[in-house]
Nanobody, 128 residues
Framework: QVQLMESGGGSVETGEPLTLSCRFFGNIGGSYCMAWFRKKPGKDREGLAAIYLGGGKTFYSDAVKGRFEISQDNAGNTLYLRMNSLRPEDTASYYC?????????????????????WGHGTQVTVSV
């Protein structure tokens, strides 16, 4: 049984940073792909970043490349999303997700339907 639990959301002002965390439990090994998504009201779910736990290879969407950074802790049970220079358009619910093979689909890692396990989300609000 795999469980994911996000934390770290909150309200910040434009330009401020914020780091989200995702604790994961269960049988998630080195061949897993873990990712961050976000969902804005009235919009489709958006893949932001992914990391292949086996080798550390990372993937980013054009929307966040250079501003956001995905990483995992050395203990191997927490995923992070460091978000810099936040903008009001980054306001959304943020979710972490996991799947055994999503990162192997390098051209479509951002598709939410590849991921079998999801957290419940954490809200990020960026004010002007």
């Amino acid at each position: 049984q795999v469980q994911l639990m996000e934390s770290g959301g909150g309200s910040v002002e434009t330009g401020e940073p914020l780091t989200l965390s995702c604790r994961f439990f269960g049988n998630i090994g080195g061949s897993y792909c873990m990712a961050w998504f976000r969902k804005k009201p009235g919009k489709d779910r958006e893949g932001l970043a992914a990391i292949y736990l086996g080798g550390g290879k990372t993937f980013y969407s054009d929307a966040v490349k250079g501003r956001f950074e995905i990483s995992q802790d050395n203990a191997g049970n927490t995923l992070y999303l460091r978000m810099n220079s936040l903008r009001p358009e980054d306001t959304a619910s943020y979710y972490c997700a996991a799947d055994y093979g999503a990162c192997l689909r390098e051209s479509s890692w951002w598709r939410g339907d590849w991921y079998n396990y999801w957290g419940h989300g954490t809200q990020v609000t960026v004010s002007v």
